[in-house]
């Protein structure tokens, strides 16, 4: 079994920046593409940036400049850095990832989320 554990939950004002992570732990053989998501009250989960195993990126319109994914590939952490945080961005952010727990298999697996709550 694999788990994803994500840390960085925190209440920002507007304009201040935030880091979350998120480790993955448990029967892995390889990790392929990560990603971060988001869910606001109300709405559906919608993604926020992505990272292939090469480390190459993608992001949604509204985080581009504001927002950086990383992974450290070593320890099988993803970063999301957050700057410039408006009141919009709060949400539970989740983070994802597909792990190959042997050769040739893939899963796809979710941390449990954490809220970023961004408010003067």
């Known amino acids: 079994q694999v788990q994803l554990v994500e840390s960085g939950v925190g209440l920002v004002q507007p304009g201040g920046s935030l880091r979350l992570s998120c480790a993955a732990s448990g029967s892995i053989f390889s990790i392929n593409a990560m990603g971060w998501y988001r869910q606001a009250p109300g709405k559906q989960r919608e993604p926020v940036a992505t990272?292939?195993?090469?480390?190459?990126?993608n992001y949604a319109d509204s985080m581009k400049g504001r927002f950086t994914i990383s992974r450290d590939n070593a320890a099988n952490t993803m970063y999301l850095q957050m700057n410039n945080l408006k009141p919009e961005d709060t949400a539970v952010y989740y983070c994802n990832a597909i792990v190959s727990p042997r050769a040739g298999y893939y899963n796809s697996y979710w941390g449990q989320g954490t809220q970023v709550t961004v408010s003067s």
């Open positions: 990272i292939t195993s090469g480390g190459s990126t």
